[in-house]
C-alpha cells in the first residue's frame, strides 16, 4: 500500500507532488506528506487524513523548491497520527525519506539505533531506515568519505538497504544535497520517469501521465539516483546498468464522476460499456471460438494443459471461482483456485502442463505478484487477466487478457468483477473449442456473450427498489448471503461488498451448507440474501429459502424476471433478467452491488474510501 512520488527539476514541486498525491490516493488515504528542498534546507508538511486535508496544510503554509517527495499512507506500523505520517526525518534532518513495504526487523534496528543516541519520533518501521542511513552517512564521513559528494550519500543508502529485511520501495533527500534524490527498490514497486532536464519517480506511472511517456521501472535490488540532468542506475549485483527505457501506454484516468455521486456507483452503471469492451475483437465468428492471441500460446500447447491454478485475492478471487467452474463446464479442465497469500507460501505440486492465471484488478496486489512470482520460479508461464496496463503484473506476465474495465477508482471492485467473469468466459470457449465444444455450441456460446451487455443494461433497472430494499433494510447488523453453483461466488461477493463499505457483518455460504452451522445464526434480525435465478438447482435454493422462511428469517431474494414463485416467498424480490447459468453471476451481482453501496450511504459510511481498506494492496 502507500503512494511514493518524488520530482528533481524546475517545476513548482509542491503543486506536482499535491497532485501525483490525489493520483496515487487509492493505494492508501490514512494521511499524507510532502518534503521539499529549497536549495538550503527541507520542509515537512504532513497530516492525518486524505491528501486534501495536506492540500490545505500547504495552502495555509506554502513551501518552495524544485525538488522533493511525497508519500499517501496506508498504516501499517503506527497508528494514523500526523507524527506518523511521512516523509520521515534521520538523524538531526540530513535524511528525509518516504517508503512503502515493511520492516520485518525494524524492532532489532530500532534498539540498536537507539543504544547508539537515536531518538525516534514516531511508531513506524521508516524512522529506522531514515535514522539507519543518518547513521551510515555519519559514518563514512568518520572514515573519510567527502560529505559534498553524492557517492558519499549512495554508499550510505546501499548500505542500509544491505541491513534491512522485508520489503521497500524508498525515495530519500538530503538535507546537504538538495537537487539530489535517491530510490531504491525491494519488493514494492517504483518507476522513474524521464523528462527535459527533470525527472520524476513514482509508485506507479499515473503521477506521469501528462508529464513524460518516457519511463524505466526498477527491478528489485536496484537503486537509482536523480538529479535534473542524470538519471544513473545501479545494481546491487551488477553495477552500474542502462536504463531500459520503456514508453508508456496510459492515459489520464478518467476521474470525471459526471452524473454520479460516487466513483462506485459511476463504475457499477458502466458495466454493459466495460463487458461490450471485454468482448470487442475477441470473438471468431468463422471459428466460433474467442480471440486469445496475449496468451501467447499454440492451439497444440493449449491442447496439452491438463490442469489450470487461477491465484488470486478478494473480489478477483471470486471471479477465479466462477472461472472455476466455467472452464470445467466447457473445457472440461480441472481447475483449481488459490488464495495468493496461500499459494506464495504453499509448495503445492503442478504438473509440467499446468497454466496458471493471476486474476487481479490493479496488477499490483503484493499477495498475488508474490504467487505469480513463485510459479514462474518454478518454471512456470504465468499468464495474468488483469485491468491496469502497465501494472507490475501486466509488465511480468508471461501474457495474458487485459479487462479494458477503464479505470476503477472505488475501492469496492464492481466492473472488473463482472469484466473478469466475462474474460473467464472468454477463456473457457477459447479451451473448450481446442477440446471437445462443438461448433454450434461455440456460436451459441458467443451469442450468449454478445447479449450480455444489453442484459446488464436491464438488470440496472432494479435500481430503484434496491434503493426502497436498502430503506427497509439498513439498520440490519448481520446478513447472510446464500447461492449455489455459478450463484455461490456471487454470494461471497456480495457478502463482501457490504462487509466493506458498510461495516455490516455478512456472511456468503453456499446455500445448502447453511443447514451445518449458519442457520443457527437465522432469525427475525439477519436477512438472508438468495441468490436464486431460473437453472437446474433452483428447486434445491429454494427449499434452503424455505427453510430460512421457516426459522423467521427476513429473504431478499434475487430472482429472473417473472418468478413468481420465489416473489410469494421472499420478502422482498429483486428482478434481473434470464441469462444462462455461466453468465448469471455477470447480472446477479448487479443488484449485490447496488444493495451495498445504498446501505452504506444509508449508514453514513464513505462509499468509494471506506475505512481500514486501500484500493490496491501492495503489502503483504
Ligand atoms: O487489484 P486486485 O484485483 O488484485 O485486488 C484484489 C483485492 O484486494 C480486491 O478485489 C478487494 O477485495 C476489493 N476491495 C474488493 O472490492
Partial sequence: MCGIVGYVGSRKVSDLLLEGLFRLEYRGYDSAGIAVHDGGAISLRKRAGRVQEL????????VEGGVGIGHTRWATHGSVTDANSHPHVGGNGEVVLVHNGVIENHDTLRDHLQSRGYVFQTETDTEVVAHLVAHHLDERVKLGDDPGETETYVRAV????????GTYGVVALFRDLPETIVTARLGSPLVVGVGEEEYFVASDASPLVGYTDR???????????????????????????????????????????????????????????ALENAIRGRLDEDAATARLGGLNMTPRQLRRIDRIVLTACGTSWHAGLVGEYVIEEFARIPVEVEYASELRYRNSPLSE?????????S???????????????????????????GSTIAREADGGVYLRAGSEIGVASTK?????????????????????????????????????????EQALACHEQVKE????????????????????????????????????????????????????????????????????????VMSNLEEVKARGGPVIAIACEGDERVAEIADETIFVPYVEEHLQPIVTSIPLQLLAYHVALLRGCNV?????????????
Fill in 158 to 165: 546501499e548500505i542500509t538497504l544491505t541491513e534491512l529485511k
Fill in 353 to 361: 502442463n499446468t497454466m496458471t492465471f493471476a486474476i487481479t484488478q
Fill in 363 to 389: 496488477g499490483e496486489t503484493a499477495d498475488t505478484l508474490a504467487a505469480m512470482r513463485e510459479l514462474q520460479r518454478k518454471g512456470h508461464p504465468a499468464l495474468a487477466i488483469c485491468n491496469v496496463v
Fill in 55 to 62: 492540500a490545505r496544510l500547504v495552502d495555509e503554509q506554502p
Fill in 469 to 540: 430494499v436498502a430503506a427497509r433494510y439498513h439498520a440490519f447488523d448481520n446478513y447472510l448471503y446464500l447461492g449455489r453453483l455459478y450463484n455461490f461466488p456471487v454470494a461471497l461477493e456480495g457478502a463482501l461488498k457490504l462487509k466493506e463499505i458498510s461495516y455490516v457483518h455478512a456472511e456468503g455460504y453456499p446455500a445448502a451448507e447453511m443447514k451445518h452451522g449458519p442457520i443457527a445464526l437465522v432469525d427475525e434480525r439477519t436477512p438472508s440474501v438468495f441468490v436464486i435465478p431460473k437453472g437446474g438447482i433452483q428447486p434445491k
Fill in 215 to 273: 519511463v524505466h521501472y526498477l527491478s528489485d535490488h536496484e537503486l537509482v539516483v536523480l538529479t535534473p540532468e542524470k538519471m544513473d542506475v545501479r545494481h546491487r549485483d551488477n553495477g552500474r546498468v542502462r536504463p531500459s527505457l520503456q514508453t508508456l501506454d496510459q492515459v489520464a484516468d478518467d476521474t470525471d464522476l459526471g452524473e454520479f455521486e460516487h466513483y462506485m456507483l459511476k463504475e457499477i452503471f458502466e458495466q454493459p460499456k
Fill in 608 to 620: 468509494d474510501r471506506p475505512r481500514n481498506l486501500a484500493k490496491s494492496v501492495t503489502v503483504e
Fill in 416 to 456: 472488473a468483477f463482472t469484466s473478469q467473469v466475462m474474460i473467464l468466459n472468454l477463456l473457457a470457449l477459447h479451451l473448450g473449442r481446442t477440446r471437445h465444444l462443438s461448433f454450434p455450441s461455440g456460436e451459441r456460446f458467443m451469442r450468449r456473450l454478445r447479449e450480455l451487455p444489453e442484459k446488464v
